[in-house]
């Protein structure tokens, strides 16, 4: 794609370069295909919006593009090396340097951060005359060397248009997050909003679950308001800034592992009368409030408590200590019979403890419930006789 009239202006602030240019609606399509294929190139990115009232904005937008109209401009993001960012930020007074770059970059590195509804648009308007291909459109092409900027130039790009849940920001922001525990931990099923599935089996969980779960191992409390912190998180260009702290990300995903090996220990059993919210083994961490009770129950064990940060030789030492403490109980659990199980997991207590609580504040009745339910686990040293110790704590 061949870019005229480019100009470049550089972000200082989150180091990027700023690209604008006019190519051909034919240059253009034949560039992006391939990535208008993949929902952009961005995992989170909405596809092609379906409802009735997009497609007659649509349908308008084809009409216009069809007269000849000129869209704003459609932006692209480039992912470079850092050595390549930098060569190129020597001379990016230098077009023919940048066009070369544009040129040679291949699929995996580019992304259409914010134009997809016109991009289809533009499919849509080219299909139906084909005389407009050599009419011109403005194109940006956003440069960066660190992928969490686009995430925030995507975000950002979102004002004002049709609104993301929360779900849906939390799940793109936090997307390198997910990747990475998803290469780690292959056997853990993490289903993102696109994906439409539920937990009907351990092991199971939304994507938007992990991401709070991470949220709550980092500030070691249960409680925790998504919505504001995501708002806290749009407002900052290190979005995953946690992530790059290798031992703190690591334990986290240890931690992680080890609410998986228990929730599929537990999975196990499964009741012949369906009482009660808990009567299945796996309904236990089916439970939001269950898996956060877990996570901030360990983060407290072993990072301590806010304000009082264990050092990272005592943090190492603690998490070795409770892996090993949850292996053997592992291997208690796999080896109780069906009926020793039920009576170990003892649900049917758990469900009459939770009927004693505030019913406007259910939510963070549970979370206070299962944290300390954990905690008396933990201090335990997970050897127990039944989990009645833990519904009996609070």
């Not at 919505?227 to 790059?244: G, Y």
């Not at 080890?258 to 196990?268: C, E, G, H, Q």
Request: proline share 2%; net charge negative; charged share 30%.
């Amino acid at each position: 794609m061949e870019l005229k009239e480019l100009t470049i202006v550089k972000d200082k602030r989150s180091n990027c370069l700023s690209c604008m240019g006019v190519t051909t609606i034919k240059e253009y399509i034949s560039y992006i295909n391939d990535i208008y294929r993949m929902k952009g190139g961005i995992e989170g990115q909405r596809d092609t919006l379906r409802t009735s009232s997009a497609i007659k904005i649509r349908k308008r937008m084809v009409d216009d593009i069809v007269k000849g109209t000129v869209l704003p401009p459609v932006v692209l993001g480039l992912l470079l090396l850092h050595e390549d960012f930098v060569k190129l930020d020597n001379v990016s007074h230098n077009t023919k340097i940048l066009q070369d770059t544009l040129s040679q970059a291949s699929n995996e590195n580019i992304s259409l951060i914010d134009g997809m509804q016109r991009t289809t648009a533009i499919i849509e308007a080219l299909k139906s005359n084909e005389q407009i291909e050599n009419n011109e459109l403005r194109v940006e092409v956003w440069i960066v060397e660190n992928l969490n900027n686009l995430m925030y130039r995507m975000l950002v790009l979102n004002t004002g248009q049709v609104p993301w849940t929360v779900r849906r920001q939390l799940e793109v922001v936090y997307g390198s997050l997910l990747k990475t525990i998803k290469e780690e931990v292959p056997e853990i099923d993490i289903y993102t909003i696109d994906d439409s599935k539920y937990r009907t089996d351990g092991g199971q969980y939304q994507g938007e679950s992990i991401i709070e779960l991470f949220i709550v191992f980092g500030s070691r409390k249960e409680k925790v308001n998504i919505k504001e912190r995501v708002a806290e998180e749009f407002t900052r260009l290190d979005f995953i800034e946690s992530t790059d702290k290798g031992d703190f990300l690591s334990i986290f995903i240890k931690c992680l592992k080890l609410m998986y090996s228990i929730d599929k220990a537990f999975t196990r059993y499964e009741s012949e009368e369906k009482i009660g919210r808990f009567s299945d083994g796996k309904d236990l961490f089916k439970s939001q409030p269950a898996r956060i009770g877990f996570i901030s129950a360990l983060a407290v064990e072993i990072l301590g408590r806010p304000g009082n940060d264990k050092g990272e030789e005592t943090q190492t030492k603690i998490l070795q200590r409770i892996e090993n403490e949850v292996k053997d109980f592992i291997a208690l659990v796999d080896g109780l019979s069906e009926a020793e199980l039920k009576d170990f997991l003892s649900l049917n207590i758990l469900n009459e403890c939770l009927k004693d609580n505030n019913p406007s504040k259910v939510g963070d009745f549970e979370r206070s419930f299962f944290k300390e339910a954990f905690a008396a686990l933990i201090k335990e040293h997970f050897d127990i006789q039944s989990m009645v110790l833990s519904w009996r704590a609070y």
